[in-house]
């Protein structure tokens, strides 16, 4: 699932371009992708991670992550998960700052809630899908973890 997170998304004054970019890499691995899109209003963020997590087993949002005044984000999305995974953020940050040093403003979280991986990139589509790129080969061993299958490799 793709959660979009914007104003003017959300208002339809902007195109959702990270989201129409993310969606195709996640099918070009092959999962289903649904998608959703929600204002910069936390109690909403919270309101569609929740909803999506029944349904989904991987959720990944696109905006709300960096220093404005309405990047909520990160506080709507740890708000609602059980389990942060600080490594998967890490490793998105450090690919980031391999390219640039404005990814250090990036302020993404990630983690589990229920058996579902949630994962928090920027709204640019180039840091989208980097920061996607950055951990695409962890989410299959991830979601595999999650749904209870703990053999290791």
Same mark, same amino acid.
């Given at each position: ?32 992708? *649904? ?43 740890? %708000?609602?998960?059980?389990?942060? %995974?600080?490594?998967?953020?890490? %490793? ?22 229920? *058996? ?7 709204? *640019? ?5 980097? *920061? ?22």
């Amino acid at each position: 699932m793709v959660l979009t997170v914007s104003d003017g998304v959300s208002a339809g004054t902007r195109e959702d371009t990270s989201g129409d970019q993310l969606e195709e890499m996640l099918t070009d691995l092959g999962m289903s992708v *649904s998608r959703a899109l929600v204002p910069d209003e936390a109690e909403q963020i919270s309101t569609a991670l929740r909803s999506a997590a029944a349904n989904a087993r991987f959720i990944v949002t696109t905006g709300g992550t960096g220093f404005g005044l309405r990047d909520v984000t990160p506080e709507a999305t740890m %708000a609602v998960l059980d389990r942060e %995974a600080s490594g998967l953020t890490h %490793a998105m940050l450090a690919a980031g700052l391999a390219k640039t040093p404005m990814a250090a403003l990036s302020r993404a979280r990630a983690g589990s809630l229920g *058996s579902t991986l949630v994962v928090n990139v920027p709204g *640019s589509p180039k840091g989208a899908t980097e *920061s996607l790129e950055a951990i695409m080969d962890l989410i299959p061993h991830a979601l595999q973890l999650l749904s209870g299958d703990n053999r290791h490799h």
